[in-house]
């Protein structure tokens, strides 16, 4: 069977090629405009493209997050939102984060809370809700400023003892500039002074309206300490992601986002992912930043070996030949050698980073060396 050949990817693509002739004999290929691709080489041009057309930059650096792989309407479909909890620091994050965990781990199952990958899914009524779990709004912000926004609603935790501090207002400035939708939890209600109109009037000024004065935000009062207000802050989760209607394909080859990594004595390197899009399976050939490998072992959020896991779903895998960092994304291939070769031309880059050479070139530029 004949695959594509150069001169129709190049049309398909809206590229010359010329263009795409380059960017194979940089890949070490010589073909000619009739040569026929094989499906490595059709998705190694797509993956060069989707990111030479909006950044000139390295030639070897493949950048996933700028890979436009569009999804087929009929294979999508609804997702679970991701949750990133924020606030000023004492204000209960951690206690609220274990109080939903609590709540919702079957008893007896795994010992109850057996682990902690950064990031975990319950269930509320027969709906997925997934929520980031690192620490605090750093990993959030570090994550954001290396361009990796995975979060889909933000609940900002305002003490109702306390008031607006420095880090609610911060926290709220993150979520606003994100264009995500917020949830406003108002905590420690069981508190004496604790004053959840006070609190409302407060967040009105620093642009969170409450829905019952004619704003758009939803508040919740809870206490994250004796579980009072967790359900009904769980259904509003619920509420505010049909409305956003998340979707993704679950048929795809996974990518995502890194939300932990470190080194294990015994496992080697161990990496916590959010699968953004797709479906990550146990074996599958793996890129993560700068890392790559196969799937080895795939852990849910509970421990539980897990073959595959969809979109929105967080899994701590081994197999990789090095740690990735937070926010580091990550893609699944067809074949290793595409993943072993992605990986290669993404450590190569990286290393002329660290040496601090600043000498990028555009695929241009390295083809008029040649
Ligand atoms: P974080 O810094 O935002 O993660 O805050 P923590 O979850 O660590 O909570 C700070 C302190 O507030 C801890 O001593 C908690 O026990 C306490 N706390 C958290 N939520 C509540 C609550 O709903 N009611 C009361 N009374 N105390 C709470
Ligand atoms: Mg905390």
Redesign the pocket.
């Known amino acids: 069977e004949e695959g594509i050949t150069v001169g129709e990817l190049a049309e398909k693509i809206g590229q010359t090629p010329a263009n795409v002739i380059k960017v194979l004999f940089v890949l070490g290929t010589m073909v000619t405009i009739n040569s026929s691709l094989d499906d490595e080489q059709v998705e190694l041009i797509c993956l060069e493209y989707g990111y030479e057309t909006k950044k000139k930059v390295v030639v070897s650096e493949i950048n996933f997050e700028e890979i436009e792989i569009v999804d087929d309407e009929a294979d999508l479909t609804s997702r679970p939102p991701v949750v990133t909890i924020m ?10 984060l274990d109080s939903i965990r609590k709540s919702k781990v079957v008893d007896g199952e795994f010992g109850g809370i057996t682990q902690h990958i950064g990031a975990y899914q319950v269930d509320v009524n027969g709906k997925k809700v997934t929520f980031l779990d690192t620490p ?1 709004h750093e990993a959030f912000t570090a994550m954001r400023a290396r361009g990796a926004q995975v979060t889909d609603i933000v609940i900002i ?1 305002v003490a109702a003892d306390d008031g607006v501090m420095p880090q609610t207002k911060e926290a709220v400035d993150h979520a606003l500039a994100a264009r995500v939708p917020i949830v406003v939890a108002v ?5 004496e002074g604790a004053d959840p109109e006070r609190i409302k009037g407060e967040m009105s000024e620093i642009g969170l309206m409450p829905e019952e004065w004619g704003g758009e935000t939803i508040y919740c009062n ?5 579980g009072t207000g967790i359900d009904e802050l769980l259904e509003t989760l619920t509420v505010v992601a049909e409305l956003a209607d998340l979707k993704a394909n679950p048929k795809r080859y996974a990518y995502g986002t890194v939300v932990e990594g470190r080194l294990d004595k015994g496992r080697g390197p161990v990496a916590t992912l959010l699968v953004e899009n797709g479906t990550l399976r146990s074996g599958d050939p793996i890129v993560v930043g700068t890392a790559f490998g196969r799937v080895r072992q795939m852990l849910s959020d509970n421990g539980r070996e897990i073959k595959h896991a969809g979109p929105s779903t967080p899994v701590e895998i081994t197999g990789l030949n090095e740690v990735p960092v937070a926010g580091d994304k990550f893609m699944a291939f067809e074949t290793e050698k595409m993943a072993r070769h992605v990986g290669e031309e993404r450590q190569k880059v990286k290393q002329v980073k660290d040496r601090g050479m600043n000498s990028a070139m555009s695929l241009d530029d390295l083809f008029n060396q040649i």
């Open positions: 606030g000023h620091v004492d204000h209960g994050k951690t206690t609220l605090g935790v905590n420690k209600i069981d508190k809870i206490s994250a300490k004796q």
